[in-house]
């Protein structure tokens, strides 16, 4: 197959729940980080406990997320027998490569020399960074926190490098592919939980083999959602309500709790598996219109990506400031600065960076995607 398609495009629906999930987990993210960074300098917060494993349970979120699109696409591709590898490595390329190592000459080049960081240390980051092997750099080495977020990407990127050598192992098979990518990445978490790492971070938490069980739950929804498997009553809006009252408290620490790993793992993948599935409803309870989550949802990569470097100057200038410390400031006040800074820089870097480069896409696919995947 040519590597520019010219076939005519077929087209999925517009997910706007998904786009929600997207910000949301994103916003989430820049507060744990925010909360955690205040922590470590110092500034204990009643909010950093409620953020403490939210982070954790959104970037799960986003990996089913990321299976399902992604296995939902190649599904209309097989049916309509356009597959292409090649296609399918330049998609990736083009979505992840020009805003990853963006950030990577910024975080990893630029501001440690600006900081007179060692040539030594320097070289040795972007070695992992420019090889998307951060997360195993996390649990061997030292490194900057600065661009250590870079470490799920890299595992997304690992996911996608093998992927299809199952779809050619299992021809296509995407409901086999999903479950051999759950148990599989099951089996995983509880392998590598008993390895100690020399950094002491948790190794199955750093491991891409891991991540295969929240990426395979995404193939699993796509599949059934491709077969048309509704389950309507299960995501009336009253049910999503229930199921949402229910998980914010848990993850959100209200009520402090030291769930084992069997019981996160089946938090995690249940309810995240839930919030996909229910992201995909017209009805789903946190749906926005159109233009306000397809905006949001367009500027969730980038925010993951950039926010660490706002948050640390946020920080910074509070430590250098007269303020005095309060919850409402540092548990709240700076979180959301640091949220709405994020979101400035990331519409900036979506309109006049990423979305210029995206329109490379249309040229290697035959399944035109209305939500970025």
């Known amino acids: 197959m040519a590597s520019v398609v010219k076939e005519k495009l077929s087209s999925i629906t517009y ?21 955690d960074t205040l922590l470590k300098k110092g500034f204990e917060t009643k909010s950093e406990s409620y953020f403490r494993f939210s982070g954790a349970f959104f ?18 591709e097989f049916q309509q027998g356009t597959f292409s590898i090649k296609n399918f490595y330049l998609r990736r390329i083009i979505r992840i490569w020009p805003l990853y190592f963006l950030v990577v000459l910024v975080k990893v080049l630029i501001i440690p020399l600006a900081a007179h ?37 890299c595992i997304e990127e690992h996911i ?38 020399p950094t002491g971070y948790s190794t199955p938490y750093f491991m891409s083999l891991t991540y295969f069980y929240f990426f395979g739950l995404g193939v699993l929804i796509a599949y ?6 509704k389950l309507k009553m299960a995501f009336e809006p009253l049910i999503q309500i229930i199921v949402i009252a ?12 030291n769930y084992k790993l069997p019981q996160l793992l089946f938090i995690y993948g249940f309810f995240g598996s839930y919030l996909v599935w229910a992201g995909l409803q017209d009805n789903f309870v946190l749906n926005l219109k159109t233009p306000v989550t397809k905006y949001l949802g367009n500027l969730s990569f980038s925010m993951y990506m950039i926010h ?11 430590k250098r400031s007269d303020m005095k410390f309060s919850e409402a400031l540092c548990g709240w006040a700076i979180p959301i600065v640091a949220t709405l800074i994020t979101m400035v820089f990331s519409t900036l870097l979506y309109y006049f960076f990423e979305k210029p480069i995206l329109k490379l896409k249309s040229r290697f696919t035959t399944v035109k995607s209305k939500i970025l995947d």
């Open 59 to 76: 970037l799960d979120v986003f990996f089913i997320i990321s299976g399902f699109l992604i296995s939902l696409i190649l599904m209309k």
């Open 15 to 35: 997910f706007k729940g998904l786009d929600m999930l997207r910000f949301i987990g994103s916003t989430v993210v820049i507060f744990h980080h925010t909360t």
């Open 224 to 229: 059934f959602y491709n077969k048309g498997v």
């Open 160 to 197: 996608y490098l093998v992927l299809p050598l199952f779809l050619y192992i299992f021809k296509g098979k995407f409901k086999v592919i999903g479950w051999v990518l759950t148990i599989s990445g099951l089996i995983s978490w509880f392998y590598f939980k008993d390895i100690p790492s």
């Open 308 to 318: 660490i470097i706002i948050v640390v100057a946020c920080v910074k200038y509070f």
């Open 117 to 153: 960081y060692p040539w030594d240390s320097i070289k040795s980051s972007l070695f992992y960074a420019c090889t998307f092997m951060v997360n195993f750099q996390i649990l061997i080495e030292d490194s900057s926190n600065a661009y250590k977020v870079l470490w799920s990407v």
């Open 246 to 257: 229910i998980l914010i408290p848990i993850i959100f620490n209200v009520i402090p709790h």
